[in-house]
C-alpha cells in the first residue's frame, strides 16, 4: 500500500462508496441542486477519480469537474477511466502551493482521504483561502484513529498506537493531522463563519474483502515497523495472525473515518 498507488486506489474504492456519510451527500446534493449556476466541483487530491465516480451520478446533469493531483501518473489514470469529457477538465497541481489554487468559480471543493495527510497550518491557510470567496468543502473519508478488529490479538493496542503516531508524521504537508483531520477542520471552518455538518464513515470489513484487508494489513506493517517500536518479529507474528484469520466468519475489521460537509452562506 503506496496510499497513493493506483491499484490501492481502486482496491480501496467500493469500501469508501459504501462507506461514505448518506445524509452528508444527501445535504451535499441538494445544496448543489439549488444552486443558480450549473455547479462546478474542484476535486483537490482527486488520485484516478473516485469521488467524481461516486458523486456525479447524483448531482444535477450539468456539474462540470475540475478534478486536481500533482502526480501526473494519477491523473492519467483518471482520465483513462473517465471516458465522458463532458464538462471535465484535469489539472496538475501541487496542494502547497495555495495562491494559485484555481478556485474561480468553483461552487464547492471536494476531497476525499486527503485531510488527515495534511498538516494543522496547511489546513489554517487552506480554509482562509477557502473562506476568501465563500467556496464549500465536502472533505470525507479522513481516518479517525480508530482501527478495530471481530477477533483480538494481544499486541493490537500497541499496533494501533504504533500506526497513529505513524499518521501524525509528514506527509508532504507538514506534521499531518491524522486522526484529529476532521475535528481540527471542522474548528477551522467554523471560525471562519461556515456551517459544518459532520457524519461517521467507517469502513467494516468482512471475509468478502480479503484483498483489501490483506493490502491493509501489509500497508500497517510497513507503518508500524517505521516507528520501531514493535520487535519485527513480533509485528510478523501480529500480521500472519490477522491473515490467518481473514477468511473466518467473525474477521470483521473496521477503520473508522469521518465525512465533513462545510458551507457559508453567500
Ligand atoms: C489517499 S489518496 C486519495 C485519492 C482520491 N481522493 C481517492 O479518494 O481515491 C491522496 C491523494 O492526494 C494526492 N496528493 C497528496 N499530496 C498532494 C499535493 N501536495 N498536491 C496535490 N495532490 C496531492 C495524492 O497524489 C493522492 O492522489
Request: charged fraction near 20%; charge should be negative.
Amino acid at each position: 500500500m503506496s496510499g497513493f498507488d493506483k491499484n490501492w486506489l481502486a482496491l480501496r474504492e467500493p469500501a469508501d462508496r459504501l462507506a461514505r456519510s448518506r445524509p452528508l451527500i444527501g445535504t451535499l446534493c441538494r445544496h448543489l441542486a439549488e444552486a443558480r449556476q450549473a455547479p462546478l466541483l474542484l476535486d483537490i487530491g482527486c488520485g484516478t477519480g473516485s469521488t467524481y465516480r461516486t458523486l456525479s451520478p447524483l448531482l444535477p446533469a450539468q456539474t462540470r469537474w475540475l478534478l486536481l493531483d500533482y502526480d501526473p501518473q494519477l491523473l492519467l489514470e483518471a482520465e483513462r477511466q473517465i471516458t465522458s469529457s463532458d464538462g471535465i477538465s484535469f489539472r496538475q497541481h501541487d496542494l502547497n502551493d495555495l495562491a494559485d489554487l484555481p478556485l474561480d468559480g468553483v461552487s464547492m471543493v471536494t476531497a476525499s482521504a486527503l485531510f488527515d495527510l495534511c498538516s494543522a497550518s496547511f489546513t489554517d491557510r487552506f480554509v482562509e483561502r477557502l473562506s476568501y470567496q465563500k467556496t464549500g468543502l465536502y472533505a470525507a473519508l479522513n481516518y479517525d484513529g480508530v482501527m478495530e478488529w471481530g477477533t483480538s490479538h494481544p499486541l493490537d493496542t500497541q499496533v494501533v498506537d504504533s500506526f497513529n503516531r505513524h499518521q501524525g508524521l509528514d506527509k508532504g504537508f507538514g506534521p499531518a493531522l491524522g486522526p484529529n483531520a476532521t475535528h481540527h477542520l471542522g474548528q477551522s471552518l467554523r471560525s471562519k463563519g461556515y456551517r459544518v455538518e459532520i457524519g461517521h464513515s467507517p469502513w467494516r470489513l468482512g471475509p468478502n474483502q480479503h484483498a483489501l484487508q490483506a493490502e491493509l494489513l501489509r500497508g500497517i506493517q510497513a507503518a508500524v515497523a517505521e516507528i520501531g517500536a514493535i520487535a519485527p518479529a513480533e509485528l510478523e507474528d501480529w500480521v500472519a495472525y490477522r491473515l490467518d484469520v481473514l477468511a473466518d466468519e467473525q474477521s470483521l475489521c473496521v477503520i473508522g473515518h469521518a465525512d465533513l460537509l462545510a458551507i457559508h452562506d453567500r
